[in-house]
């Protein structure tokens, strides 16, 4: 099946433009297991149902990625975050000070989680993308898997054109709202105990980080 693209370039875009019909065909595609290419503020995410162990295996096949190397969730609010993880006081403040944004927490799962997403850890990576588009789609839809749409070890994709010469027809759906704002993955922290792990260094410092779980 070819990629279908949905062009959806506005400039500015505080809020999504994007038509009720073309939201819906995301959404629909989602709950049948289809993967759909989204933007966000950090690189084009390859998005997926969570819940959805077969689409979450394709996940990995189109992106050849090992099945070792556990994938993140975006979320819309808290509350769909505490839905499906366990947040330490010190990742709520994280998550009250720099979400929506590019950081993504690692924190407990709920068993909900399907252990596939994880490759068997009791822990997930979870962060709420600060784009309109991204937001809407999840507040229709649900969580939805969070991974670079892009083959493993490619460069990130921070534009749609990228995203479709690597994924091709691995992916269903591509929605193209031109370049993304940061153009640089977030970063990503480990937190357990009372203490945090900077994963991947990205947007936000290990120095922002430090300074606002010592506020």
Same mark, same amino acid.
């Given at each position: 099946?070819?990629?279908?693209?949905?062009?959806?370039?506005?400039?500015?875009?505080?809020?999504?433009?994007?038509?009720?019909?073309?939201?819906?065909?995301?959404?629909?595609?989602?709950?049948?297991?289809?993967?759909?290419?989204?933007? #966000?503020? #950090?690189?084009?995410?390859?998005?997926? +149902?969570?819940?959805?162990?077969?689409?979450?295996?394709?996940?990995?096949?189109?992106?050849?990625?090992?099945?070792d190397?556990?994938?993140?969730?975006?979320?819309?609010?808290?509350?769909?975050?505490?839905?499906? #993880?366990?947040l330490?006081?010190?990742?709520?403040?994280?998550?009250?000070?720099?979400?929506?944004?590019?950081?993504?927490?690692?924190?407990?799962?709920?068993?909900?989680?399907?252990?596939?997403?994880?490759?068997?850890?009791?822990?997930?990576?979870?962060?709420?993308?600060?784009?309109? !588009?991204? !937001?809407? !789609?999840?507040?229709?839809?649900?969580?939805?898997?969070a991974?670079?749409?892009? !083959?493993?070890?490619?460069?990130?994709?921070?534009?749609?054109?990228?995203?479709?010469?690597?994924?091709?027809? +691995?992916?269903?759906?591509?929605?193209?709202?031109?370049?993304?704002r940061?153009?640089?993955?977030?970063?990503?922290?480990?937190?357990?105990?009372?203490?945090?792990e900077?994963?991947?260094?990205?947007a936000? #410092?290990?120095?922002?980080i430090?300074?606002?779980?010592?506020?």
């Amino acid at each position: 099946m070819t990629m279908e693209i949905i062009d959806c370039k506005k400039d500015p875009c505080a809020d999504c433009g994007l038509h009720e019909s073309d939201i819906k065909k995301a959404v629909n595609g989602l709950k049948d297991g289809k993967l759909v290419v989204y933007p #966000t503020e #950090t690189v084009y995410g390859l998005g997926a +149902n969570p819940f959805d162990e077969a689409a979450v295996k394709r996940v990995f096949m189109a992106k050849n990625r090992p099945f070792d190397m556990p994938l993140s969730i975006a979320v819309a609010d808290i509350e769909m975050m505490e839905d499906i #993880t366990v947040l330490s006081d010190d990742a709520r403040k994280l998550v009250r000070k720099f979400l929506p944004g590019p950081l993504t927490l690692i924190v407990k799962k709920k068993p909900r989680v399907p252990d596939i997403v994880t490759y068997s850890s009791q822990n997930v990576g979870i962060r709420i993308p600060d784009h309109p !588009l991204a !937001l809407r !789609l999840i507040r229709e839809f649900g969580p939805i898997i969070a991974t670079s749409a892009n !083959l493993h070890s490619h460069p990130d994709a921070v534009e749609a054109d990228t995203a479709k010469a690597d994924l091709g027809d +691995n992916a269903d759906m591509l929605i193209d709202c031109g370049p993304c704002r940061l153009g640089k993955p977030s970063t990503i922290i480990y937190m357990a105990n009372g203490q945090f792990e900077l994963i991947r260094a990205g947007a936000i #410092t290990r120095e922002e980080i430090e300074a606002a779980l010592n506020e």
